[in-house]
Protein backbone atom coordinates (compact mmCIF):
# COMPACT_ATOMS: atom_id res chain seq x y z
CA UNK A 1 0.00 0.00 0.00
CA UNK A 2 2.76 2.41 0.72
CA UNK A 3 4.15 2.22 -2.61
CA UNK A 4 0.78 2.39 -4.06
CA UNK A 5 0.59 6.00 -2.15
CA UNK A 6 4.12 6.99 -3.27
CA UNK A 7 2.95 6.40 -6.79
CA UNK A 8 -0.35 8.26 -6.76
CA UNK A 9 2.08 11.09 -5.98
CA UNK A 10 4.46 9.99 -8.48
CA UNK A 11 1.56 10.54 -11.04
CA UNK A 12 0.92 14.28 -9.79
CA UNK A 13 4.74 15.00 -10.58
CA UNK A 14 4.53 13.58 -14.50
CA UNK A 15 0.89 15.73 -14.75
CA UNK A 16 2.01 19.16 -14.37
CA UNK A 17 2.43 20.57 -17.73
CA UNK A 18 6.07 21.35 -17.71
CA UNK A 19 6.67 17.19 -17.07
CA UNK A 20 4.15 16.08 -19.20
CA UNK A 21 5.47 17.92 -21.95
CA UNK A 22 8.98 16.25 -21.91
CA UNK A 23 7.22 13.14 -21.44
CA UNK A 24 5.48 13.48 -24.62
CA UNK A 25 8.49 15.17 -26.36
CA UNK A 26 10.79 12.85 -24.87
CA UNK A 27 8.54 9.47 -26.11
CA UNK A 28 8.20 11.24 -29.66
CA UNK A 29 11.99 11.71 -30.08
CA UNK A 30 13.04 8.32 -28.81
CA UNK A 31 10.48 6.77 -31.59
CA UNK A 32 12.69 8.59 -33.92
CA UNK A 33 15.74 8.05 -32.75
CA UNK A 34 15.22 4.53 -31.99
CA UNK A 35 14.40 4.05 -35.74
CA UNK A 36 17.11 5.37 -37.49
CA UNK A 37 19.86 2.68 -38.32
CA UNK A 38 22.90 3.18 -36.05
CA UNK A 39 21.39 4.88 -33.86
CA UNK A 40 19.60 4.52 -30.38
CA UNK A 41 19.02 5.20 -27.30
CA UNK A 42 22.32 6.10 -25.83
CA UNK A 43 23.22 8.11 -28.33
CA UNK A 44 19.73 9.96 -28.59
CA UNK A 45 20.11 10.38 -24.24
CA UNK A 46 23.85 11.60 -25.01
CA UNK A 47 22.83 14.19 -27.78
CA UNK A 48 20.44 15.86 -26.13
CA UNK A 49 21.93 15.53 -22.05
CA UNK A 50 23.00 18.99 -22.27
CA UNK A 51 19.72 20.53 -23.06
CA UNK A 52 18.29 18.80 -19.61
CA UNK A 53 20.57 20.90 -17.28
CA UNK A 54 18.03 23.54 -17.28
CA UNK A 55 15.23 21.01 -16.16
CA UNK A 56 14.29 20.36 -12.73
CA UNK A 57 16.23 16.58 -11.97
CA UNK A 58 12.95 15.39 -11.84
CA UNK A 59 12.04 16.84 -15.69
CA UNK A 60 15.10 15.93 -16.99
CA UNK A 61 14.87 11.62 -15.93
CA UNK A 62 11.63 11.48 -16.98
CA UNK A 63 12.29 13.33 -20.16
CA UNK A 64 15.90 10.85 -21.09
CA UNK A 65 13.58 7.81 -19.42
CA UNK A 66 10.30 8.54 -21.92
CA UNK A 67 13.61 8.79 -24.81
CA UNK A 68 14.70 5.45 -23.52
CA UNK A 69 11.86 3.44 -23.88
CA UNK A 70 10.40 5.65 -27.06
CA UNK A 71 13.75 4.27 -28.60
CA UNK A 72 12.45 0.32 -27.83
CA UNK A 73 8.98 1.07 -29.36
CA UNK A 74 10.74 2.72 -32.85
CA UNK A 75 13.50 0.51 -33.03
CA UNK A 76 11.85 -2.26 -34.66
CA UNK A 77 10.38 -0.07 -37.02
CA UNK A 78 13.60 -0.13 -39.90
CA UNK A 79 13.55 -3.83 -39.22
CA UNK A 80 10.60 -4.70 -40.02
CA UNK A 81 10.61 -2.54 -43.12
CA UNK A 82 13.99 -2.34 -44.57
CA UNK A 83 15.74 -5.20 -42.74
CA UNK A 84 18.27 -3.12 -40.50
CA UNK A 85 17.98 -2.48 -36.92
CA UNK A 86 17.57 0.75 -35.59
CA UNK A 87 20.18 -0.17 -32.67
CA UNK A 88 21.00 -3.55 -31.30
CA UNK A 89 17.55 -3.97 -29.25
CA UNK A 90 16.00 -4.77 -32.67
CA UNK A 91 17.79 -6.98 -33.99
CA UNK A 92 15.70 -9.86 -33.14
CA UNK A 93 13.07 -8.11 -34.75
CA UNK A 94 14.30 -8.78 -38.00
CA UNK A 95 14.27 -12.15 -37.93
CA UNK A 96 10.29 -12.40 -39.02
CA UNK A 97 9.31 -8.76 -39.08
CA UNK A 98 10.84 -8.27 -42.37
CA UNK A 99 9.16 -11.42 -43.65
CA UNK A 100 6.41 -10.26 -42.44
CA UNK A 101 6.58 -7.02 -44.94
CA UNK A 102 7.85 -9.32 -47.68
CA UNK A 103 4.36 -11.20 -47.26
CA UNK A 104 2.58 -7.67 -47.50
CA UNK A 105 1.70 -7.78 -43.55
CA UNK A 106 3.29 -4.74 -42.92
CA UNK A 107 0.84 -3.20 -41.27
CA UNK A 108 0.80 -6.13 -38.70
CA UNK A 109 4.28 -5.92 -38.14
CA UNK A 110 4.08 -2.53 -37.11
CA UNK A 111 0.84 -2.99 -35.06
CA UNK A 112 2.35 -5.60 -33.46
CA UNK A 113 5.28 -4.24 -32.55
CA UNK A 114 3.69 -1.40 -30.70
CA UNK A 115 1.43 -3.53 -28.62
CA UNK A 116 3.78 -6.15 -27.50
CA UNK A 117 6.18 -3.43 -26.30
CA UNK A 118 3.32 -1.28 -24.50
CA UNK A 119 2.23 -4.74 -22.97
CA UNK A 120 6.18 -5.20 -21.98
CA UNK A 121 6.24 -2.01 -20.55
CA UNK A 122 3.16 -2.26 -18.56
CA UNK A 123 3.51 -5.43 -16.77
CA UNK A 124 7.54 -4.75 -15.98
CA UNK A 125 5.99 -1.11 -14.85
CA UNK A 126 4.03 -2.97 -12.10
CA UNK A 127 6.84 -5.31 -11.33
CA UNK A 128 9.12 -2.23 -10.98
CA UNK A 129 6.64 -0.70 -8.55
CA UNK A 130 6.66 -3.98 -6.43
CA UNK A 131 10.20 -4.42 -6.36
CA UNK A 132 11.12 -0.65 -6.05
CA UNK A 133 10.76 -0.61 -2.35
CA UNK A 134 12.40 -3.97 -1.11
CA UNK A 135 15.34 -3.15 -2.80
CA UNK A 136 15.58 -0.10 -1.73
CA UNK A 137 15.22 -1.30 1.98
CA UNK A 138 18.05 -3.81 1.26
CA UNK A 139 20.43 -1.49 0.35
CA UNK A 140 20.20 0.49 3.45
CA UNK A 141 22.23 -2.48 4.56
CA UNK A 142 25.02 -1.91 2.44
CA UNK A 143 28.13 -0.18 3.57
CA UNK A 144 31.64 0.28 2.08
CA UNK A 145 32.75 -2.97 1.60
CA UNK A 146 29.31 -4.11 0.00
CA UNK A 147 29.05 -1.28 -2.10
CA UNK A 148 32.71 -2.28 -3.40
CA UNK A 149 31.58 -5.74 -3.83
CA UNK A 150 28.46 -4.69 -5.21
CA UNK A 151 30.47 -1.88 -8.00
CA UNK A 152 32.97 -5.18 -8.41
CA UNK A 153 30.20 -7.42 -9.29
CA UNK A 154 28.33 -4.77 -11.92
CA UNK A 155 32.00 -4.29 -13.38
CA UNK A 156 32.57 -7.82 -14.18
CA UNK A 157 29.45 -8.68 -15.06
CA UNK A 158 29.20 -6.25 -17.61
CA UNK A 159 32.54 -6.85 -19.05
CA UNK A 160 32.17 -10.71 -19.20
CA UNK A 161 28.26 -10.46 -21.16
CA UNK A 162 29.83 -10.03 -24.69
CA UNK A 163 30.08 -14.12 -24.88
CA UNK A 164 34.23 -14.92 -26.40
CA UNK A 165 34.78 -11.20 -25.32
CA UNK A 166 35.92 -11.49 -21.72
CA UNK A 167 39.56 -10.00 -22.47
CA UNK A 168 38.01 -7.11 -24.45
CA UNK A 169 35.22 -6.45 -21.96
CA UNK A 170 38.33 -6.02 -18.93
CA UNK A 171 40.11 -3.82 -21.30
CA UNK A 172 36.84 -1.71 -21.95
CA UNK A 173 36.52 -1.09 -18.52
CA UNK A 174 40.00 -0.74 -17.52
CA UNK A 175 39.85 2.36 -19.84
CA UNK A 176 36.91 3.84 -18.01
CA UNK A 177 38.46 3.71 -15.05
CA UNK A 178 41.24 5.32 -16.25
CA UNK A 179 38.98 8.18 -17.52
CA UNK A 180 37.60 8.35 -14.16
CA UNK A 181 40.74 8.83 -12.65
CA UNK A 182 41.44 11.73 -14.27
CA UNK A 183 41.78 14.93 -12.10
CA UNK A 184 42.82 15.38 -8.43
CA UNK A 185 42.53 12.72 -6.15
CA UNK A 186 39.74 13.39 -3.60
CA UNK A 187 41.94 11.97 -0.69
CA UNK A 188 45.50 13.31 -1.38
CA UNK A 189 45.12 16.15 -3.68
CA UNK A 190 47.58 14.89 -6.37
CA UNK A 191 47.18 15.73 -9.86
CA UNK A 192 46.42 12.22 -11.60
CA UNK A 193 46.43 11.74 -15.65
CA UNK A 194 46.34 15.69 -16.24
CA UNK A 195 49.82 15.72 -18.10
CA UNK A 196 49.88 19.69 -16.71
CA UNK A 197 46.29 20.50 -18.19
CA UNK A 198 44.87 22.44 -15.38
CA UNK A 199 41.42 22.40 -17.50
CA UNK A 200 41.38 18.60 -16.49
CA UNK A 201 42.10 19.30 -12.53
CA UNK A 202 38.44 18.80 -12.38
CA UNK A 203 37.85 15.40 -14.09
CA UNK A 204 36.57 14.61 -17.60
CA UNK A 205 33.42 16.03 -18.13
CA UNK A 206 30.72 13.00 -17.99
CA UNK A 207 28.75 14.22 -21.23
CA UNK A 208 31.81 14.47 -22.93
CA UNK A 209 32.64 10.19 -22.87
CA UNK A 210 29.16 9.53 -23.68
CA UNK A 211 28.70 12.09 -26.64
CA UNK A 212 32.19 11.20 -28.02
CA UNK A 213 31.55 7.23 -28.03
CA UNK A 214 27.84 6.91 -28.78
CA UNK A 215 27.71 10.39 -30.43
CA UNK A 216 30.39 11.01 -32.79
CA UNK A 217 31.48 6.99 -32.49
CA UNK A 218 28.32 5.84 -34.05
CA UNK A 219 28.69 8.72 -37.17
CA UNK A 220 32.18 7.31 -37.58
CA UNK A 221 30.67 3.90 -38.11
CA UNK A 222 27.46 4.59 -39.96
CA UNK A 223 29.51 7.16 -42.59
CA UNK A 224 31.66 4.11 -43.00
CA UNK A 225 29.01 2.06 -43.65
CA UNK A 226 27.81 4.29 -45.85
CA UNK A 227 30.86 4.75 -48.40
CA UNK A 228 30.96 0.82 -48.33
CA UNK A 229 27.49 0.40 -49.44
CA UNK A 230 24.96 0.97 -52.04
CA UNK A 231 21.87 2.78 -51.95
CA UNK A 232 19.09 1.18 -49.55
CA UNK A 233 16.07 -0.55 -50.51
CA UNK A 234 13.02 1.92 -51.54
CA UNK A 235 10.83 2.10 -48.29
CA UNK A 236 6.96 1.32 -48.29
CA UNK A 237 5.44 4.67 -47.35
CA UNK A 238 1.36 4.22 -47.97
CA UNK A 239 0.27 1.29 -45.49
CA UNK A 240 -3.68 0.41 -45.04
CA UNK A 241 -4.90 0.08 -41.66
CA UNK A 242 -2.37 -0.64 -39.04
CA UNK A 243 -4.02 -3.49 -36.65
CA UNK A 244 -3.47 -7.15 -36.25
CA UNK A 245 -6.10 -9.88 -36.87
CA UNK A 246 -7.94 -11.84 -34.00
CA UNK A 247 -6.07 -14.64 -35.33
CA UNK A 248 -2.66 -13.13 -35.06
CA UNK A 249 -3.39 -11.66 -31.28
CA UNK A 250 -4.11 -15.16 -30.47
CA UNK A 251 -0.79 -16.41 -31.77
CA UNK A 252 1.00 -13.12 -29.91
CA UNK A 253 -0.73 -12.60 -26.43
CA UNK A 254 1.16 -15.94 -25.32
CA UNK A 255 4.93 -15.16 -26.17
CA UNK A 256 4.37 -11.83 -25.16
CA UNK A 257 3.30 -12.70 -21.31
CA UNK A 258 5.85 -15.21 -21.44
CA UNK A 259 8.83 -12.59 -23.17
CA UNK A 260 8.20 -9.91 -20.40
CA UNK A 261 9.18 -11.47 -17.48
CA UNK A 262 12.76 -12.86 -19.64
CA UNK A 263 13.08 -9.04 -20.25
CA UNK A 264 12.62 -7.72 -17.44
CA UNK A 265 14.92 -9.71 -15.25
CA UNK A 266 17.87 -9.64 -18.11
CA UNK A 267 17.19 -5.81 -17.39
CA UNK A 268 18.09 -5.74 -14.11
CA UNK A 269 21.43 -7.54 -14.56
CA UNK A 270 24.41 -4.94 -14.80
CA UNK A 271 25.12 -4.99 -18.92
CA UNK A 272 23.09 -7.17 -20.69
CA UNK A 273 20.82 -4.77 -22.43
CA UNK A 274 18.06 -5.41 -25.03
CA UNK A 275 20.15 -7.20 -27.48
CA UNK A 276 20.15 -10.06 -25.10
CA UNK A 277 16.80 -9.99 -23.46
CA UNK A 278 15.44 -9.79 -27.46
CA UNK A 279 17.25 -12.84 -28.98
CA UNK A 280 16.65 -14.55 -25.85
CA UNK A 281 12.77 -14.29 -25.62
CA UNK A 282 13.23 -14.78 -29.51
CA UNK A 283 15.12 -18.49 -29.08
CA UNK A 284 12.45 -19.35 -26.20
CA UNK A 285 9.63 -19.35 -28.23
CA UNK A 286 11.17 -20.97 -31.12
CA UNK A 287 12.29 -23.46 -28.64
CA UNK A 288 8.67 -24.04 -27.53
CA UNK A 289 6.61 -23.28 -30.49
CA UNK A 290 5.09 -26.34 -32.30
CA UNK A 291 5.39 -25.28 -35.12
CA UNK A 292 9.48 -24.17 -35.50
CA UNK A 293 9.45 -23.89 -38.92
CA UNK A 294 7.20 -21.01 -39.41
CA UNK A 295 10.13 -18.97 -37.39
CA UNK A 296 12.17 -16.86 -39.45
CA UNK A 297 9.61 -16.75 -42.59
CA UNK A 298 7.03 -14.24 -40.96
CA UNK A 299 5.60 -15.61 -37.80
CA UNK A 300 4.05 -13.00 -35.85
CA UNK A 301 5.00 -14.40 -32.49
CA UNK A 302 8.61 -14.29 -33.62
CA UNK A 303 7.82 -10.56 -33.92
CA UNK A 304 6.47 -10.03 -30.60
CA UNK A 305 8.19 -11.64 -28.31
CA UNK A 306 11.28 -9.82 -28.50
CA UNK A 307 9.49 -6.20 -28.94
CA UNK A 308 7.99 -7.19 -25.17
CA UNK A 309 11.22 -8.05 -24.06
CA UNK A 310 13.36 -5.65 -24.98
CA UNK A 311 10.90 -2.98 -23.98
CA UNK A 312 10.91 -4.66 -20.61
CA UNK A 313 13.99 -4.91 -20.40
CA UNK A 314 14.64 -0.94 -20.63
CA UNK A 315 12.65 0.18 -17.69
CA UNK A 316 14.22 -3.54 -15.68
CA UNK A 317 17.95 -1.62 -16.35
CA UNK A 318 16.26 1.36 -14.17
CA UNK A 319 15.45 -0.27 -11.45
CA UNK A 320 18.98 -1.13 -9.90
CA UNK A 321 20.13 2.31 -11.26
CA UNK A 322 17.56 4.09 -8.75
CA UNK A 323 17.30 1.73 -5.83
CA UNK A 324 21.39 0.41 -6.08
CA UNK A 325 23.03 3.19 -8.01
CA UNK A 326 24.05 0.18 -9.92
CA UNK A 327 22.76 0.29 -13.84
CA UNK A 328 21.43 -1.80 -15.80
CA UNK A 329 22.63 -1.40 -19.17
CA UNK A 330 25.00 1.73 -21.27
CA UNK A 331 22.22 3.63 -21.60
CA UNK A 332 20.99 3.57 -17.90
CA UNK A 333 24.64 4.17 -17.08
CA UNK A 334 23.78 7.58 -18.95
CA UNK A 335 20.82 8.49 -16.56
CA UNK A 336 23.19 7.66 -13.31
CA UNK A 337 25.86 9.80 -14.47
CA UNK A 338 23.16 12.71 -15.08
CA UNK A 339 21.66 11.92 -11.40
CA UNK A 340 25.55 12.36 -10.32
CA UNK A 341 25.94 15.90 -12.30
CA UNK A 342 22.34 17.08 -10.96
CA UNK A 343 24.33 16.78 -7.54
CA UNK A 344 21.97 13.48 -6.30
CA UNK A 345 23.00 9.69 -5.36
CA UNK A 346 21.09 7.18 -6.55
CA UNK A 347 20.09 4.47 -3.96
CA UNK A 348 17.54 4.01 -1.22
CA UNK A 349 17.63 7.29 -0.06
CA UNK A 350 17.03 8.64 -3.73
CA UNK A 351 13.08 7.71 -2.90
CA UNK A 352 12.91 9.06 1.08
CA UNK A 353 14.31 12.48 0.41
CA UNK A 354 13.60 13.54 -3.32
CA UNK A 355 10.09 11.49 -3.77
CA UNK A 356 9.29 13.51 -6.65
CA UNK A 357 12.53 12.20 -8.89
CA UNK A 358 12.12 9.01 -7.60
CA UNK A 359 8.53 8.00 -7.87
CA UNK A 360 7.81 10.79 -10.53
CA UNK A 361 10.17 8.27 -12.83
CA UNK A 362 8.52 5.17 -11.90
CA UNK A 363 4.82 6.62 -12.35
CA UNK A 364 6.13 8.48 -15.84
CA UNK A 365 6.73 3.99 -17.10
CA UNK A 366 2.84 4.46 -17.25
CA UNK A 367 2.01 7.01 -19.04
CA UNK A 368 5.50 7.17 -20.87
CA UNK A 369 4.13 4.08 -22.58
CA UNK A 370 0.80 4.52 -23.06
CA UNK A 371 2.21 7.78 -25.04
CA UNK A 372 4.47 6.15 -27.01
CA UNK A 373 1.80 3.16 -27.81
CA UNK A 374 -0.32 5.91 -29.05
CA UNK A 375 2.58 7.53 -31.81
CA UNK A 376 3.47 4.40 -32.79
CA UNK A 377 -0.01 3.24 -33.47
CA UNK A 378 -1.73 5.72 -35.28
CA UNK A 379 1.17 7.90 -36.33
CA UNK A 380 3.18 4.80 -37.68
CA UNK A 381 2.47 5.31 -41.70
CA UNK A 382 4.08 8.96 -41.34
CA UNK A 383 6.43 8.22 -38.79
CA UNK A 384 8.39 5.62 -40.88
CA UNK A 385 8.55 8.25 -43.54
CA UNK A 386 11.64 9.90 -41.61
CA UNK A 387 13.48 6.31 -43.09
CA UNK A 388 13.49 8.02 -46.45
CA UNK A 389 16.45 11.03 -44.79
CA UNK A 390 19.29 10.61 -46.65
CA UNK A 391 22.16 9.36 -44.13
CA UNK A 392 24.24 11.81 -45.54
CA UNK A 393 22.32 14.71 -44.69
CA UNK A 394 21.20 13.15 -41.09
CA UNK A 395 24.91 12.31 -39.68
CA UNK A 396 26.64 15.64 -40.26
CA UNK A 397 23.29 17.43 -38.72
CA UNK A 398 24.25 15.29 -35.78
CA UNK A 399 28.38 15.99 -35.92
CA UNK A 400 27.16 19.60 -35.34
CA UNK A 401 24.86 18.19 -32.18
CA UNK A 402 27.40 17.18 -30.54
CA UNK A 403 30.21 19.47 -30.66
CA UNK A 404 27.54 21.55 -29.71
CA UNK A 405 26.65 20.20 -26.71
CA UNK A 406 30.00 19.50 -25.88
CA UNK A 407 30.45 23.46 -25.83
CA UNK A 408 27.53 24.51 -23.89
CA UNK A 409 28.60 22.65 -20.96
CA UNK A 410 31.79 24.34 -20.08
CA UNK A 411 32.44 26.65 -22.86
CA UNK A 412 35.60 25.45 -23.35
CA UNK A 413 37.94 24.09 -26.65
CA UNK A 414 39.58 21.41 -24.92
CA UNK A 415 36.26 19.53 -24.83
CA UNK A 416 36.14 19.79 -28.38
CA UNK A 417 40.10 17.90 -28.45
CA UNK A 418 38.48 15.73 -25.76
CA UNK A 419 35.15 14.76 -27.58
CA UNK A 420 37.41 13.75 -31.10
CA UNK A 421 39.96 11.62 -28.90
CA UNK A 422 36.60 9.51 -27.40
CA UNK A 423 35.06 9.44 -30.50
CA UNK A 424 37.78 7.62 -32.42
CA UNK A 425 38.25 5.46 -29.41
CA UNK A 426 34.20 4.87 -29.74
CA UNK A 427 34.75 4.03 -33.67
CA UNK A 428 37.99 1.76 -32.77
CA UNK A 429 35.94 0.14 -30.21
CA UNK A 430 33.32 -0.18 -32.45
CA UNK A 431 35.60 -1.23 -35.55
CA UNK A 432 37.83 -4.15 -33.12
CA UNK A 433 34.76 -5.17 -31.21
CA UNK A 434 35.89 -4.04 -28.08
CA UNK A 435 31.97 -3.15 -25.55
CA UNK A 436 31.22 0.28 -24.72
CA UNK A 437 29.05 -0.46 -22.11
CA UNK A 438 32.18 -1.57 -19.90
CA UNK A 439 33.75 1.92 -20.22
CA UNK A 440 30.44 3.57 -19.96
CA UNK A 441 29.93 1.89 -16.87
CA UNK A 442 33.36 2.07 -15.25
CA UNK A 443 33.66 5.66 -15.79
CA UNK A 444 30.43 6.36 -14.03
CA UNK A 445 31.00 4.70 -11.07
CA UNK A 446 34.66 4.70 -11.00
CA UNK A 447 35.47 7.32 -8.78
CA UNK A 448 32.70 5.64 -6.06
CA UNK A 449 34.42 2.53 -6.37
CA UNK A 450 37.80 3.60 -5.61
CA UNK A 451 35.93 6.09 -2.54
CA UNK A 452 34.34 2.15 -0.91
CA UNK A 453 37.74 0.31 -1.37
CA UNK A 454 39.39 3.38 0.46
CA UNK A 455 36.70 4.01 2.69
CA UNK A 456 36.51 -0.16 3.60
CA UNK A 457 40.61 -0.19 4.18
CA UNK A 458 40.37 2.97 6.78
CA UNK A 459 37.80 1.47 8.17
CA UNK A 460 39.70 -2.10 9.09
CA UNK A 461 43.14 0.02 9.26
CA UNK A 462 44.71 -1.24 6.02
CA UNK A 463 43.12 -5.12 6.28
CA UNK A 464 41.75 -6.83 3.53
CA UNK A 465 39.88 -9.41 5.60
CA UNK A 466 37.29 -6.36 6.06
CA UNK A 467 35.94 -7.55 2.50
CA UNK A 468 35.30 -10.79 3.48
CA UNK A 469 33.46 -10.35 6.97
CA UNK A 470 30.03 -9.85 5.95
CA UNK A 471 28.19 -11.98 3.66
CA UNK A 472 26.41 -9.72 1.40
CA UNK A 473 29.93 -8.75 0.22
CA UNK A 474 31.22 -12.26 0.30
CA UNK A 475 28.52 -13.62 -1.83
CA UNK A 476 28.49 -10.37 -4.66
CA UNK A 477 32.23 -11.44 -4.66
CA UNK A 478 31.50 -15.21 -5.26
CA UNK A 479 29.02 -13.84 -8.16
CA UNK A 480 31.53 -11.51 -9.53
CA UNK A 481 34.05 -13.97 -9.73
CA UNK A 482 31.70 -16.50 -11.72
CA UNK A 483 30.61 -14.22 -13.74
CA UNK A 484 34.20 -13.92 -15.36
CA UNK A 485 34.36 -18.03 -14.80
CA UNK A 486 31.36 -18.86 -16.40
CA UNK A 487 31.94 -17.03 -20.40
CA UNK A 488 35.17 -18.82 -19.89
CA UNK A 489 34.67 -22.38 -19.20
CA UNK A 490 30.97 -22.47 -21.10
CA UNK A 491 33.51 -21.33 -24.53
CA UNK A 492 35.80 -24.22 -24.25
CA UNK A 493 32.93 -26.61 -23.05
CA UNK A 494 31.00 -25.76 -26.81
CA UNK A 495 34.78 -25.69 -28.46
CA UNK A 496 35.18 -29.32 -26.87
CA UNK A 497 31.76 -30.70 -28.30
CA UNK A 498 32.25 -28.92 -31.70
CA UNK A 499 35.70 -30.81 -32.24
CA UNK A 500 34.26 -34.01 -31.22
Known amino acids: MAAVEYLMYGFKVVFEPANFFWLTLGSFLGTVIGMLPGLGPATGIALLLPLTFVMKPETALITMCAIFYG ?4 GSRSSILLNIPGDGSAVASCFDGYPMTLKGEAEAALAISAIASFIGGLISSIAFVLLALPLARIALMFGPPEYFALMVLALTATASMSEGKVLKGLLSMALGLIVSMVGLDPQSGVSRFTF ?13 VIIGIYGLGEVLKNLE ?5 EALQPIKKKFGRIWISKEQWKRSVVPILRSTPIGFLIGILPGAGGTIAGLMAYNVEKRLSKEPERFGKGAIEGL ?4 AANNACSIGAILPTLTLGIPGSGTAAIMLGALMIYGLQPGPLLFEFYPEIGWGVVASFFVGNLIAAVINLPLAGLLVRILAVPPKILYP ?5 CFIGVYAINLSVVDFYLLIMFGLLGYAMRKFEIP ?27 DFSIFFKSAISVTLLILAVLSLVYPIVSGAIKKRRHTL
Open 225 to 229: KIARS
Open 397 to 401: LITAL
Open 304 to 307: AAPE
Open 71 to 74: AMFG
Open 196 to 208: GNLELQGGIEFVV
Open 436 to 462: TAPLILASVVGRKFEQSFRQSLMLSHG
